[in-house]
Nanobody
Framework: EGLLVESGGGTVQAGESLTLACVAS????????IGWFRQAPGKERDGVAS????????YYADSVKGRFTISIDYNKNTVYLQMSNLKPEDTAVYYC???????????????????????WGRGAHVTVSS
């Protein structure tokens, strides 16, 4: 059975950088849309960024464009989320998810529920202090 595990979370100061990793086991990223989501306490879950493993297309939420970069390492079966110039409002639990045949844009904008994905990780905490 497949599994996604996030790592790399932590506490940083505003303006600093952090990179999250999402490692897949039990399956490979062939023709998947892999997305990063975040949920702050008391707030709804938001799509952050997504990448297609078949063609490398990416999509970003407006709130992170220019600051976050999503990438995939096929050899390591890992998707990364590089976050720079972090802001206190980026504080949240970050989750990765994978959907076979998914579309990155729809992943970020429309599909935010766990049941809509084949795999969903347990999350990584990111705290940005001012």
């Amino acid at each position: 059975e497949g599994l996604l595990v996030e790592s790399g979370g932590g506490t940083v100061q505003a303006g600093e950088s952090l990179t999250l990793a999402c490692v897949a086991s039990g399956f490979t990223f062939d023709d998947y849309a892999i997305g990063w989501f975040r949920q702050a306490p008391g707030k709804e879950r938001d799509g952050v960024a997504s990448i297609s493993s078949s063609d490398g297309n990416t999509y970003y939420a407006d709130s992170v464009k220019g600051r976050f970069t999503i990438s995939i390492d096929y050899n390591k079966n890992t998707v990364y989320l590089q976050m720079s110039n972090l802001k206190p409002e980026d504080t949240a639990v970050y989750y990765c998810a994978a959907l076979l045949g998914g579309d990155p844009k729809r992943t970020v904008l429309e599909r935010k529920q766990t049941y809509q994905y084949d795999y969903w990780g347990r999350g990584a905490h990111v705290t940005v202090s001012s």
